[in-house]
């Protein structure tokens, strides 16, 4: 485990995505009729819990206490895939991107559990942290960049000049 003593306590947050491709799922995922319940609001709760639980799945990860975590589903019609989102803030002395990560894989995980009677060919993809910021490197953005979307809904703040 990483020693954080001598770093600064700052506001860190960070925001991660993936998706679901869901195929002749992605129906009843977004009209929310899959025969074990609703995948979407399940996905919600349990993205929120694998972010609060990150450090119990990962061997290294410090334990946070998070301040916030927003977990956000969209649907993707044109490729019939689901796209989560999850934002995980606190104060700390080291970074929450992978809680924000542990987040999306634990909602796209209950999206895939929920809608594989239906269809088993799914297929997670394309997950990645969009940016984090805190501490002193301030903001790193994924060199793939991010949607006007993506943009105007997590607003990214770039770093002070001294």
């Known amino acids: ?15 991660a995505v993936g998706e679901l491709r869901a195929g002749d799922a992605y129906a009843a995922i977004v009209e929310r009729r899959l025969p074990k319940g609703d995948a979407l609001a399940m996905a919600e709760i349990a993205g929120l819990q694998g972010a609060k639980q990150a450090s119990a799945l990962m061997p290294l990860c410090h334990p946070l206490a998070l301040e916030f975590v927003a977990v956000r589903c969209v649907p993707v019609p044109e490729r019939n895939a689901i796209r989560v989102y999850c934002e995980a ?9 992978m809680e924000a990560l542990a987040g999306v894989n634990a ?8 809608a594989k009677p239906v269809q088993p060919a799914l297929a997670i993809e394309n997950v990645r942290l969009l940016f984090k910021q ?8 994924h060199p793939d960049g991010m949607s006007a979307e993506e943009e105007a809904h997590y607003r990214p703040q770039e770093p002070a000049s001294a």
Do not use: P
């Open 1 to 15: 485990m990483a020693d954080v003593r001598a770093k600064a306590i700052t506001a860190r947050r960070a925001v």
């Open 89 to 97: 803030a606190t104060q700390a002395r080291t970074g929450v991107e």
């Open 107 to 114: 909602a796209l995980l209950t999206i895939y559990d929920l």
């Open 134 to 141: 805190g501490g002193k490197k301030g903001l790193w953005r």
